[in-house]
């Protein structure tokens, strides 16, 4: 059985610093693609970053420059470091799993999915 459990969350001030955390268990996250995805209430689930497994990474636009994807093989985890955050980020944050080789942004292509973490960005 999959389990991802995301952790790192919470309140910011707008130009503020997060690290969110996904613990994998049942897959190896250097084995297969992982991928951060958020929802604002009321909104559609969006793609944020993904990291392949060969390790190249892909950002929405909303992203880059500012957010940046990794994992460590060792504890089996990705992490999604969030850099001058802005209100507009606020969000629920999933962590997800593909076994697909293509890179995708794509929700419904994901077949596994942590609960969330709450991000708040005040301004």
């Known amino acids: 059985q999959v389990l991802l459990v995301e952790s790192g969350g919470g309140l910011v001030q707008a130009g503020g610093s997060l690290r969110l955390s996904c613990a994998a268990s049942?897959?190896?996250?250097?084995?297969?693609?992982m991928a951060w995805f958020r929802q604002a209430p009321g909104k559609e689930r969006d793609f944020v970053a993904v990291i392949t497994r060969s390790g190249s990474t892909y950002y929405a636009d909303s992203a880059k420059g500012r957010f940046t994807i990794s994992r460590d093989n060792a504890k089996n985890t990705v992490y999604l470091q969030m850099n001058s955050l802005k209100p507009e980020d606020t969000a629920v944050y999933y962590c997800?799993?593909?076994?697909?080789?293509?890179?995708?942004?794509?929700?419904?292509?994901?077949?596994?999915w942590g609960q969330g973490t709450q991000v708040t960005v005040s301004s």
């Open positions: 049942g897959r190896t996250v250097s084995s297969v693609t």
């Open positions: 997800a799993t593909d076994t697909a080789v293509l890179i995708t942004t794509e929700p419904g292509t994901y077949d596994y």
